[in-house]
C-alpha cells in the first residue's frame, strides 16, 4: 500500500480555518513607509485619469521603486494589487489603442512582486477578490451586507459586486478547507460517523456558495459587464485579435535570468530580434477559474475533468450525444509558455507539455489557472492530491450491493453525493450567468458605438473586402502573406469582445517587427473567422468548457445512494438513483399588494 501522504496545517498553506483562502484580516489599506506614496498616489487617481486619457503619460513620469523595500507578505499583496490596477489600466487603456509595451517602471516591480507571492504579474483571482476588500464595519461578517472593494477599474457598483460576490463566495465557502482535511483523516481512520459531519459541513457550505453566486444578477448589469468590465481583465495570451499576438513586453525584465540557477544567461549569440521576443510575456487574464476553493473541492470529491471535447465516456447508461470527441477549437491543446521564445525550442516545449497535474485534472485549462494562484494554495492542492482518499472509498462502497451497505456507509454515500450536487448545481448557475453576461452580450454588440465592435466590425469588414482585391494596401502586415486584413480604424479598446476575429498587427508596432522575423509564431493563432466561439478571458471556448465541467461533476456521483428525502433550507432535495432534483418548496401565500408585485417582478 502506498504510503499516506501527510499533509500540513492549514495555516502553513497560509489558509485560514475561519475565513479560508481570504486572509484572516482585511487586506491593508495603504502602504505606510511613504517611499511608496506615488504608488498610492497613482492608486487613488487611476480612474479619473483613465477617463482623461491621461492614464499613460502620468505613469511615465513615475520613478522605478524598489519593491525588495516592501516588509510584510501583507505590504506585498496590497503593492501587487496597486500594480494590477494600474498595469492593466495602462495597457487597455479607455478609448485608446492597445499599449504592446509596459515600462519598466511597473513591469519590474510587479514581476519581482508577483514572484514573492509565486504568482505572474497579470491581473488575476487573488489581486481582485482575496485581496481587494473593505468591511464597512470592522467587526461585522465578511458577507454581501458589509462588503466594500478597495479598487475597479472602470469605478462602477457593478464592478465592485462582480468582485464581492466571490468574495463571499470564498468567505462562506471557508468551512469546507478545514472539514475537507479533517475527512481524509476520517476515511484514513474509519470513522464514518464523523465523516458524514463533515461532509454535511461541506455540503452545506456549498448551498451558500449558491446562494452568494446566485446574487451577482442583483447589482452587476450584465452588459456593463461585458463592455465596461471584463476588458480589463483581460491578459495577453491568445490575444492576437488586440494587437498582442506575442504577448506583451515587459521593459526591463527579461527571460534571460533564471529562478534555478540565479543567474542571467549569455545574450552575445542572440539577435536584436530575438532578444526582443525574450521580453515579451503571455499570461491569461483575470478569472474565477483561478479560485483555489472551487479547484479544492474538485480533488476532494475527486471529480475529474478532461480536454474539453476529449471526454471518455463514463458508462453506456451516462452515455450522451454531447460534445465528447468534437473538436470544439479548445486553445488550451498544452500548457503554454509564458514567453513565446521558449515555444521555438523544443526542449521547453517538451518541458511545458509535461502536465503537473494529472491526478484528477487532465484539462489543460484548469491546470494552466493553478499557475495563477498564490504559491501556497496551489501547493495546499498539489497536496490534497496526493492525501485525498474520499473518492476511492466511495467507489469501494459502490463495488458492494446496495443493500450490504450498512447504515453508516449508505450516509456517507449520501452524504457524498449531497456535496456532488450542490457543486452541480454550482456550476449550472454559473453557465447561467456566463449565457448571459457574456454569450448574450457579445451576440448583441454594444448599444453605443463607442463599445466600437459592431461598428467598426462592418466597416472593417467592408474594408477588408476592397483590400483583398487590392494587394498593395499595408495597412497591415500578415506575416504569413496568405491574405491582407486591414484594421481601418478598428477600436482595439475591446477586441477581446469580438465574436470572431482576425489577428491585426498594427503596421510600424514591434509586434509586426517580431511577427516577420519570426512568421512561425503568433499567427499560428489565427482563429477561423468562422467558428463564432465566444471565448472566455483564459482563451477557453467558453461553452463547451463550462458544460463539459458541469456535467464532469454530475457523472461522479455514485449511482445507487439511497433514495430518500432530505430538507435543507426550505428545499427539499430528492435523491434516486440517476438523478437529485431540487425541489423548491411552494411559498407561502403572501398578501398581494403592489409592493410584493413590483419585488417580484
Ligand atoms: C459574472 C460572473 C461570471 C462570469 C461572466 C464568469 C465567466 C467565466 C468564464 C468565461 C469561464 C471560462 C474560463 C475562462 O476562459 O475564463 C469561467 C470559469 C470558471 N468560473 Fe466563472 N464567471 C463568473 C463568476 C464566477 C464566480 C463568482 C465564480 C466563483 C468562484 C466562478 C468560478 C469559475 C470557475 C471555478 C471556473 C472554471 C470552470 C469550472 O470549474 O467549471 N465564476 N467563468
Same mark, same amino acid.
Given at each position: 500500500?502506498?504510503?499516506?501522504?501527510?499533509?500540513?496545517?492549514?495555516?502553513?498553506?497560509?489558509?485560514?480555518?475561519?475565513?479560508?483562502?481570504?486572509?484572516?484580516?482585511?487586506?491593508?489599506?495603504?502602504?505606510?513607509?511613504?517611499?511608496?506614496?506615488?504608488?498610492?498616489?497613482?492608486?487613488?487617481?487611476?480612474?479619473?485619469?483613465?477617463?482623461?486619457?491621461?492614464?499613460?503619460?502620468?505613469?511615465?513620469?513615475?520613478?522605478?521603486?524598489?519593491?525588495?523595500?516592501?516588509?510584510?507578505?501583507?505590504?506585498?499583496?496590497?503593492?501587487?494589487?496597486?500594480?494590477?490596477?494600474?498595469?492593466?489600466?495602462?495597457?487597455?487603456?479607455?478609448?485608446?489603442?492597445?499599449?504592446?509595451?509596459?515600462?519598466?517602471?511597473?513591469?519590474?516591480?510587479?514581476?519581482?512582486?508577483?514572484?514573492?507571492?509565486?504568482?505572474?504579474?497579470?491581473?488575476?483571482?487573488?489581486?481582485?477578490?482575496?485581496?481587494?476588500?473593505?468591511?464597512?464595519?470592522?467587526?461585522?461578517?465578511?458577507?454581501?451586507?458589509?462588503?466594500?472593494?478597495?479598487?475597479?477599474?472602470?469605478?462602477?457598483?457593478?464592478?465592485?459586486?462582480?468582485?464581492?460576490?466571490?468574495?463571499?463566495?470564498?468567505?462562506?465557502?471557508?468551512?469546507?478547507?478545514?472539514?475537507?482535511?479533517?475527512?481524509?483523516?476520517?476515511? /484514513?481512520?474509519? *470513522?464514518?460517523?464523523?465523516?458524514?459531519?463533515? +461532509?454535511? #459541513?461541506?455540503?452545506? !457550505?456549498? =448551498?451558500?456558495? @449558491?446562494?452568494?453566486?446566485?446574487?451577482?444578477?442583483?447589482?452587476?448589469?450584465?452588459?456593463?459587464?461585458?463592455?465596461?468590465?471584463?476588458?480589463?481583465?483581460?491578459?495577453?495570451?491568445?490575444?492576437?485579435?488586440?494587437?498582442?499576438?506575442?504577448?506583451?513586453?515587459?521593459?526591463?525584465?527579461?527571460?534571460?535570468?533564471?529562478?534555478?540557477?540565479?543567474?542571467?544567461?549569455?545574450?552575445?549569440?542572440?539577435?536584436?530580434?530575438?532578444?526582443?521576443?525574450?521580453?515579451?510575456?503571455?499570461?491569461?487574464?483575470?478569472?474565477?477559474?483561478?479560485?483555489?476553493?472551487?479547484?479544492?473541492?474538485?480533488?476532494?470529491?475527486?471529480?475529474?475533468?478532461?480536454?474539453?471535447?476529449?471526454?471518455?465516456?463514463?458508462?453506456?447508461?451516462?452515455?450522451?450525444?454531447?460534445? /465528447?470527441?468534437? *473538436?470544439?477549437?479548445?486553445?488550451?491543446?498544452? +500548457?503554454? #509558455?509564458?514567453?513565446? !521564445?521558449? =515555444?521555438?525550442? @523544443?526542449?521547453?516545449?517538451?518541458?511545458?507539455?509535461?502536465?503537473?497535474?494529472?491526478?484528477?485534472?487532465?484539462?489543460?485549462?484548469?491546470?494552466?489557472?493553478?499557475?495563477?494562484?498564490?504559491?501556497?494554495?496551489?501547493?495546499?492542492?498539489?497536496?490534497?492530491?496526493?492525501?485525498?482518499?474520499?473518492?476511492?472509498?466511495?467507489?469501494?462502497?459502490?463495488?458492494?450491493?446496495?443493500?450490504?451497505?450498512?447504515?453508516?456507509?449508505?450516509?456517507?454515500?449520501?452524504?457524498?453525493?449531497?456535496?456532488?450536487?450542490?457543486?452541480?448545481?454550482?456550476?449550472?448557475?454559473?453557465?447561467?450567468?456566463?449565457?448571459?453576461?457574456?454569450?448574450?452580450?457579445?451576440?448583441?454588440?454594444?448599444?453605443?458605438?463607442?463599445?466600437?465592435?459592431?461598428?467598426?466590425?462592418?466597416?472593417?469588414?467592408?474594408?477588408?473586402?476592397?483590400?483583398?482585391?487590392?494587394?498593395?494596401?499595408?495597412?497591415?502586415?500578415?506575416?504569413?502573406?496568405?491574405?491582407?486584413?486591414?484594421?481601418?480604424?478598428?477600436?482595439?479598446?475591446?477586441?477581446?469582445?469580438?465574436?470572431?476575429?482576425?489577428?491585426?498587427?498594427?503596421?510600424?508596432?514591434?509586434?509586426?517587427?517580431?511577427?516577420?522575423?519570426?512568421?512561425?509564431?503568433?499567427?499560428?493563432?489565427?482563429?477561423?473567422?468562422?467558428?463564432?466561439?465566444?471565448?472566455?478571458?483564459?482563451?477557453?471556448?467558453?461553452?463547451?468548457?463550462?458544460?463539459?465541467?458541469?456535467?464532469?461533476?454530475?457523472?461522479?456521483?455514485?449511482?445507487?445512494?439511497?433514495?430518500?428525502?432530505?430538507?435543507?433550507?426550505?428545499?427539499?432535495?430528492?435523491?434516486?438513483?440517476?438523478?437529485?432534483?431540487?425541489?423548491?418548496?411552494?411559498?407561502?401565500?403572501?398578501?398581494?399588494?403592489?409592493?410584493?408585485?413590483?419585488?417580484?417582478?
Amino acid at each position: 500500500m502506498p504510503a499516506m501522504h501527510q499533509m500540513r496545517s492549514l495555516e502553513e498553506y497560509d489558509i485560514s480555518p475561519t475565513t479560508g483562502f481570504l486572509p484572516p484580516e482585511p487586506p491593508l489599506r495603504k502602504l505606510s513607509d511613504n517611499y511608496f506614496d506615488c504608488w498610492e498616489e497613482m492608486f487613488s487617481d487611476f480612474n479619473g485619469l483613465l477617463l482623461a486619457g491621461k492614464l499613460r503619460q502620468a505613469i511615465h513620469k513615475m520613478p522605478l521603486l524598489d519593491h525588495t523595500r516592501l516588509k510584510t507578505v501583507q505590504e506585498y499583496r496590497r503593492a501587487f494589487l496597486i500594480l494590477c490596477m494600474l498595469s492593466h489600466s495602462y495597457v487597455w487603456g479607455k478609448l485608446e489603442k492597445t499599449s504592446e509595451t509596459l515600462p519598466a517602471n511597473l513591469a519590474v516591480p510587479w514581476t519581482g512582486i508577483a514572484n514573492y507571492l509565486g504568482l505572474s504579474p497579470v491581473v488575476c483571482h487573488a489581486s481582485v477578490v482575496l485581496w481587494n476588500y473593505r468591511l464597512l464595519d470592522p467587526d461585522g461578517p465578511i458577507d454581501l451586507s458589509n462588503l466594500n472593494t478597495l479598487a475597479t477599474y472602470s469605478g462602477s457598483l457593478d464592478e465592485s459586486w462582480f468582485y464581492l460576490v466571490t468574495t463571499a463566495i470564498e468567505s462562506v465557502g471557508a468551512p469546507c478547507l478545514s472539514a475537507m482535511v479533517k475527512s481524509i483523516n476520517h476515511v /484514513r481512520e474509519g *470513522d464514518h460517523r464523523a465523516l458524514v459531519t463533515e +461532509l454535511r #459541513t461541506i455540503s452545506t !457550505a456549498m =448551498e451558500g456558495m @449558491n446562494n452568494a453566486l446566485q446574487r451577482m444578477f442583483e447589482k452587476c448589469d450584465p452588459y456593463v459587464f461585458y463592455w465596461k468590465i471584463r476588458p480589463y481583465l483581460a491578459g495577453w495570451e491568445n490575444m492576437a485579435e488586440a494587437g498582442l499576438p506575442f504577448g506583451l513586453i515587459y521593459e526591463g525584465v527579461d527571460s534571460f535570468w533564471s529562478a534555478e540557477t540565479d543567474e542571467y544567461a549569455d545574450m552575445s549569440h542572440l539577435s536584436e530580434g530575438e532578444r526582443l521576443l525574450r521580453q515579451y510575456r503571455r499570461y491569461a487574464g483575470g478569472s474565477a477559474a483561478q479560485s483555489s476553493l472551487i479547484a479544492a473541492l474538485d480533488v476532494f470529491l475527486g471529480v475529474e475533468h478532461y480536454p474539453t471535447g476529449k471526454r471518455p465516456q463514463v458508462s453506456q447508461q451516462q452515455q450522451k450525444p454531447d460534445s /465528447r470527441d468534437q *473538436d470544439v477549437n479548445d486553445r488550451y491543446k498544452q +500548457l503554454p #509558455t509564458p514567453n513565446p !521564445a521558449d =515555444e521555438l525550442n @523544443n526542449k521547453m516545449k517538451e518541458k511545458s507539455e509535461r502536465p503537473p497535474f494529472v491526478r484528477t485534472n487532465r484539462n489543460t485549462f484548469l491546470r494552466a489557472m493553478r499557475m495563477y494562484m498564490p504559491r501556497q494554495h496551489r501547493e495546499f492542492l498539489e497536496d490534497l492530491e496526493l492525501a485525498a482518499n474520499l473518492r476511492s472509498f466511495m467507489l469501494q462502497l459502490e463495488q458492494h450491493q446496495k443493500e450490504k451497505l450498512s447504515t453508516e456507509e449508505a450516509m456517507v454515500l449520501d452524504a457524498y453525493n449531497d456535496c456532488l450536487t450542490q457543486l452541480k448545481v454550482f456550476r449550472d448557475k454559473h453557465v447561467q450567468i456566463v449565457t448571459l453576461y457574456i454569450v448574450n452580450q457579445a451576440r448583441k454588440g454594444p448599444n453605443i458605438a463607442h463599445g466600437g465592435f459592431a461598428i467598426e466590425k462592418k466597416k472593417q469588414q467592408q474594408e477588408q473586402e476592397t483590400t483583398t482585391q487590392d494587394d498593395d494596401s499595408d495597412d497591415v502586415i500578415h506575416p504569413t502573406k496568405k491574405a491582407k486584413i486591414t484594421t481601418a480604424d478598428h477600436n482595439v479598446l475591446y477586441p477581446q469582445t469580438a465574436l470572431e476575429t482576425s489577428p491585426g498587427i498594427r503596421k510600424g508596432s514591434l509586434s509586426a517587427m517580431v511577427s516577420t522575423m519570426f512568421p512561425e509564431l503568433g499567427l499560428a493563432k489565427h482563429v477561423d473567422p468562422k467558428t463564432g466561439v465566444v471565448r472566455g478571458t483564459g482563451g477557453t471556448n467558453v461553452l463547451p468548457f463550462l458544460k463539459q465541467s458541469r456535467d464532469e461533476t454530475a457523472d461522479t456521483r455514485i449511482g445507487f445512494a439511497s433514495t430518500s428525502t432530505s430538507h435543507r433550507n426550505g428545499k427539499s432535495v430528492k435523491k434516486s438513483n440517476e438523478t437529485t432534483t431540487i425541489v423548491e418548496k411552494p411559498a407561502p401565500e403572501r398578501p398581494r399588494s403592489w409592493r410584493n408585485w413590483f419585488t417580484s417582478k
